[in-house]
């Protein structure tokens, strides 16, 4: 049978595993304790009827001992989760501790409202940045340095037995007949190559050249004016000297020539849908019409 009495005297003045004495008072590691402190209202091992709150990865529960479940050690403690929400875990300690000793109830509910102000706290510092300290490991940066060092010397005497080999090979030290590397000989070929077109392009200067603009267009209008002058010298020479019959015949004569000019240039534009005309074509034409009217002129002044 436990009596509590007996179990705390012997805790008290013998030996607990679970008492902290520091200066400024007793305290208890135990899990169980509801307050921490190593009193007999407080130890969970001399009272046969105990509640606390103990938390498990920020979920809240509580935990109660009866000592009807005494001689049951795996079955002793009764756990019950709490919510979230303060108010209602607040009336489930009330239900469930409702004719139990009022130190125990007002503990348990203290310890819950600690538990919750911790919560909040962690979760404000887990949102905010903070410096981490971090150690400096001396001896892999000196490790590191060394290794350096080692890597950079060993670098310069590649380069310079590289420059030594190249010189005793332009010299003709060797003899003929070389057995190196081909990616070698074409990685020196590349950098001499590079280096002479270095030096050509410095060498040259940039020659200057006067272009005159507009020389197309220019041409194209003075073929339009030379063969509008043309045309109209043409009327007006004809015109002078002619008859009522002939003018009439010379009339006809220019009307079937424009028609044949409009059935032509209609044709190229549906054999090239889109395709924009060019002045020269036009201008073809119209020197067409010209050797044609200088025909019928000669023609008329030779009788015929």
């Known amino acids: 049978m436990q009596h509590d009495e007996v179990i705390w005297q012997v805790i008290r003045h013998n030996h607990c595993s679970f008492m902290a004495k520091i200066e ?31 938390d498990h990865d920020g979920v809240f529960y509580l935990y109660m001992k009866t000592i009807e479940r005494s001689h049951q050690p ?35 509910k203290q310890r819950l409202t600690k538990m919750t102000q911790m919560r909040i706290r962690m979760r404000k510092l887990a949102l905010k940045t903070r410096e981490k300290i971090m150690t400096t490991p001396r001896k892999e940066k000196k490790r590191e340095a060394r290794r350096e060092e080692k890597a950079e010397k060993a670098a310069v005497l590649d380069k310079s037995i590289e420059k030594e080999l190249l010189e005793r090979l332009k010299r003709g030290v060797y003899g003929d007949i070389y057995n ?4 070698k000989y074409n990685e020196i070929l590349d950098k001499e190559q590079l280096a002479t077109s270095d030096v050509e ?20 209008d003075d073929m339009e004016d030379f063969a509008g002058l043309a045309i109209a010298k043409s009327h007006t020479d004809d015109d002078v000297g002619l008859d009522d ?18 059935l032509a240039l209609k044709k190229l534009e549906n054999e090239e849908p889109g395709a924009k005309l060019k002045k020269k074509a036009r201008v073809l034409v119209e020197v067409r019409v010209y050797d044609y009217i200088f025909m019928l002129s000669l023609l008329h002044d030779q009788g015929l």
Do not use: Q
């Open 245 to 262: 019959d002939d003018k009439e015949t010379v009339a006809v004569d220019r009307k079937r020539v424009r028609r044949e000019s409009g």
């Open 180 to 183: 190196y590397p081909a990616d």
């Open 201 to 220: 392009d410095e060498e040259e200067e940039a020659e200057i050249e006067y272009v005159e603009g507009y020389e197309e267009l220019e041409e194209e």
């Open 74 to 108: 795996n079955k002793l403690w009764e756990r019950v989760k709490l919510p979230r929400n303060y108010e209602k875990a607040l009336e489930i300690i009330d239900k469930h501790l409702m004719y139990w000793p009022k130190f125990l109830v007002h503990k348990t």
């Open 24 to 54: 400024t008072g007793k305290f208890c590691r135990n899990p169980y304790n509801v307050t921490g402190i190593c009193n007999r209202s407080s130890c969970p091992l001399a009272n046969s009827r105990y509640a606390t709150i103990r």
